[in-house]
């Protein structure tokens, strides 16, 4: 079993940047495909980004591509989401998703665990 603890959402203008963390639980973190996905009110949850195991692979949405970037320490059992640029379409909650097994980033019915989520709202 793996717990999520997302942390680093808020309130933040047009331009401006945040950096979500999910720390997590459990020894065999290193061995996850960790992702991130988002939900906007009224709207099904996207994918965001996702991040292979060793941190040496890295997925983006194509509306995120080149303004976030996703990162991982293993040592910490945490990964990062820096989301440079933001716009005020990047309102969602953002939720943390972590992947035991299978293969494949981009849908979430791929992923075991989730976190509680955490708000990001940019403001014109």
């Known amino acids: 079993q793996v717990q999520l603890v997302e942390s680093g959402g808020g309130l933040v203008q047009a331009g401006g940047s945040l950096r979500l963390s999910c720390a997590a639980s459990?020894?065999?973190?290193?061995?996850?495909?960790m992702g991130w996905f988002r939900q906007a009110p009224g709207k099904a949850r996207e994918f965001v980004a996702a991040?292979?195991?060793?941190?040496?692979?890295?997925y983006y949405a194509d509306s995120v591509k080149g303004r976030f970037t996703f990162s991982r320490d293993n040592t910490k059992n945490t990964v990062y989401l820096q989301m440079n640029s933001l716009k005020p379409e990047d309102t969602a909650v953002y939720y943390c998703?972590?992947?035991?097994?299978?293969?494949?980033?981009?849908?979430?019915?791929?992923?075991?665990?989730w976190g509680q989520g955490t708000q990001v709202t940019v403001s014109s």
């Open positions: 998703a972590a992947r035991n097994s299978g293969s494949g980033y981009y849908s979430a019915r791929q992923y075991d665990y």
């Open positions: 459990g020894r065999t973190f290193s061995t996850y495909a």
């Open positions: 991040i292979s195991w060793s941190g040496g692979t890295t």
